[in-house]
T-cell receptor, first 111, second 114 residues
Framework: EAQVTQNPRYLITVTGKKLTVTCSQN?????MSWYRQDPGLGLRQIYY???????DKGDVPEGYKVSRKEKRNFPLILESPSPNQTSLYFC??????????FGSGTQLSVL | QQQVKQSPQSLIVQKGGISIINCAYE??????FPWYQQFPGKGPALLIA?????SEKKEGRFTISFNKSAKQFSLHIMDSQPGDSATYFC?????????????FGSGTQLTVLP
């Protein structure tokens, strides 16, 4: 089954404790992206990657890092999380006909 | 800077009624306009999409109407059903530099009453 898998689904952490949210896709898509979803603000892009070893900032990249060492994986790293990063995060990959496939989301709470 | 403005923020419709969600964009370089549907606890999923060379696209009960001159597009859900209750996002895609980027609206929470 074609899918984007992200883990964990829920994460509660404390300010300053580094964390990684993993994302993997099995569709051989070159393009992958991370979004955060906040009430009233829709989906805002954090980072995207057009291919292996190619990453670029989206609209809200501050406080986040990503890496793309393999085509299928695109982890999101918060090196020093802060409460304003409490949000619902989605990883997505994009097909050549522009269709985005989203993971099921990671609800992050930073205390 | 919000490049895609979506309204209303929430919408309540009776079963069998028509749900209408509107979006407006600013960037004339946008050339692909998808709508995504999100159920609680799930990621968004592509519902229907249109390119600006046509003014309307229909898939079952879902129709996109597109007005290029007004830079507006809308989603119409005919014969709305309780199972349509979800959050709907419009989006617009176009090249920004060398990369094609997708910009989402702020979302509309649709509730269809039985």
């Amino acid at each position: 089954e074609a899918q984007v898998t992200q883990n964990p689904r829920y994460l509660i952490t404390v300010t300053g404790k580094k964390l990684t949210v993993t994302c993997s896709q099995n569709m051989n898509h070159e393009y992958m992206s991370w979004y955060r979803q906040d009430p009233g603000l829709g989906l805002r892009q954090i980072y995207y990657s057009m291919n292996v070893e190619v990453t670029d900032k989206g609209d809200v990249p501050e406080g986040y890092k990503v890496s793309r060492k393999e085509k299928r994986n695109f982890p999101l790293i918060l090196e020093s999380p802060s409460p304003n990063q409490t949000s619902l995060y989605f990883c997505a990959s994009k097909s050549t006909n522009e269709k985005l496939f989203f993971g099921s989301g990671t609800q992050l709470s930073v205390l | 800077q919000q490049q895609v403005k979506q309204s209303p923020q929430s919408l309540i419709v009776q079963k069998g009624g028509i749900s209408i969600i509107n979006c407006a964009y600013e960037n004339t370089a946008f050339d692909y306009f998808p709508w995504y549907q999100q159920f609680p606890g799930k990621g968004p999923a592509l519902l229907i999409a249109i390119r600006p060379d046509v003014s309307e696209k229909k898939e079952g009960r879902f129709t996109i109407s597109f007005n290029k001159s007004a830079k507006q597009f809308s989603l119409h859900i005919m014969d709305s059903q309780p199972g349509d209750s979800a959050t709907y996002f419009c989006a617009a895609s176009g090249f920004s530099g060398s990369a094609r980027q997708l910009t989402f609206g702020s979302g509309t929470q649709l509730t269809v009453l039985p």
